[in-house]
């Protein structure tokens, strides 16, 4: 596992632009509006299954391992996931949102799916440093794809991309001359980005303490082991932290708001 935060989180950005191109230029683009040399990252999720060997605490112990701490759990009854995220006590660290799919709440096809994807992953895997950006250690079919697709987009999600940053998130908070996530979406949007509508472009606001919204996912080519086909791969997100009524900014999530940002990966 990495004994440094920042060597983590540059492996994590460097293999998600390389399936999100749109978050490279988006970052530019807010850096030449702001001056800003860095967007300041809020948090990044994680996507994994509820199996043994690979569930959100075998992801969750890389950064407990780095000091982070657990603090909020989620439950996401129609998708069925749970979540949990974790923060570093340095505040100028990412969060960090991990969730995990319930597989025995899906079919028995998809169930055997999946566990023949989870399967080849060894525990020595699992522990590697790049673990969390190492991308999928199998081989699916497109038919096994589109098998899960029907039942679970983040199953499917998954199954085509394995383990990588679903999505980093700029903090609007940390912007230089830009106030309002409003104002970000309508640069992104006069740039030809488009953002997620489900739920309304802005998921929350200041009644729940954090306000986000996020773009649509790249496509980018998968090699199934019967097809090459463009699918949704990753996309970035906007968050806006308020002010608690003791003085202090939220630092959670609101689930009701997570809900829709994970139809993100959604084809459009």
């Known amino acids: 596992m990495h004994t440094d935060i920042n060597k983590l989180f540059q492996g994590l950005w460097q293999d998600y632009i390389q399936i999100t191109p749109s978050a490279s230029n988006i970052h530019e683009l807010l850096g030449a509006k702001t001056g800003e040399s860095d967007i300041i990252n809020d948090h990044i999720a994680l996507r994994t299954f509820n199996l043994q060997s690979v569930n959100l605490k075998k992801l969750a112990a890389h950064f407990l391992a780095l000091g982070y701490e657990q603090k909020g759990d989620y439950d996401f009854a129609t998708k069925k996931l749970t979540a949990q995220h974790f923060e570093h006590p340095d505040t100028a660290q990412a969060k960090v949102f991990i969730s995990e799919l319930r597989v025995e709440e899906l079919s028995e096809t998809a169930q055997a799916i999946i566990n023949k994807m989870i399967g080849t992953v060894t525990v020595q895997t699992v522990e590697a ?67 997620n509508s489900s739920g309304g472009e802005i998921k929350g606001g200041e009644e729940v303490c954090l306000a986000q919204s996020s773009t649509m996912a790249d496509s980018s080519e998968v090699v199934f082991a019967d097809a090459t086909v463009s699918i949704p791969s990753c996309f970035y997100e906007l968050a806006q932290r308020y002010k608690m009524a003791n003085g202090e900014y939220y630092q959670g999530f609101v689930a009701a708001s997570a809900d829709k940002i994970f139809e993100s990966t959604n084809a459009q």
Do not use: C, P
Not at 130 to 158: C, P, R
């Open 129 to 195: 440093d790049n673990f969390l950006y190492s991308g999928t250690h199998w081989t699916v079919s497109h038919e096994d794809y589109k098998t899960l697709l029907a039942e679970s987009e983040y199953a499917a999600w998954m199954a085509a991309w394995g383990y990588r940053a679903n999505h980093f998130t700029v903090s609007v908070n940390h912007l230089n001359n830009i106030n309002e996530l409003t104002e970000v979406n309508d640069i992104l949007k006069q740039a030809g980005f488009t953002l």
